[in-house]
């Protein structure tokens, strides 16, 4: 099992940015499959961005396309998230998730695929 803690979440301006990281603990972290997700208020949590156990594919999707970027330092065990150009609309809990048991080296899209969660942090973008 891996124990995620996501941390970076605030209240920005429209336009501003928040990087939000994703440390992992209690198992190798290196090789492991990482997603982050989001869930809005009255909202079903959605996919954001994905990276693959190998780090060399990234996925997004198509609201964040251009503006979020998802990376991995392997040495501090960390996933990062940065978000650029925010708006509105981005405001939500943002989860990261990990695989780290996967054999595979496809980017994974759905909630389903990912073991482990963290408990989220907010964003708030205002206008």
């Known amino acids: 099992q891996v124990q995620l803690v996501e941390s970076g979440g605030g209240l920005v301006q429209t336009g501003g940015s928040l990087r939000l990281s994703c440390a992992a603990s209690?198992?190798?972290?290196?090789?492991?499959?990482v997603g982050w997700f989001r869930q809005a208020p009255g909202k079903e949590r959605e996919f954001v961005a994905a990276?693959?156990?190998?780090?060399?594919?990234?996925y997004y999707a198509d609201a964040v396309k251009g503006r979020f970027t998802i990376s991995r330092d392997t040495a501090k065990n960390t996933v990062y998230l940065q978000m650029n150009s925010l708006k509105p609309e981005d405001t939500a809990v943002y989860y990261c998730a990990a695989n780290a048991d996967t054999i595979y080296t496809s980017v994974f899209t759905r909630e389903g695929l990912y073991k482990d969660w963290g408990q989220g942090t907010q964003v708030t973008v205002s206008s």
């Open positions: 990276i693959n156990r190998r780090g060399g594919s990234t």
């Open positions: 209690g198992r190798t972290f290196s090789n492991a499959a």
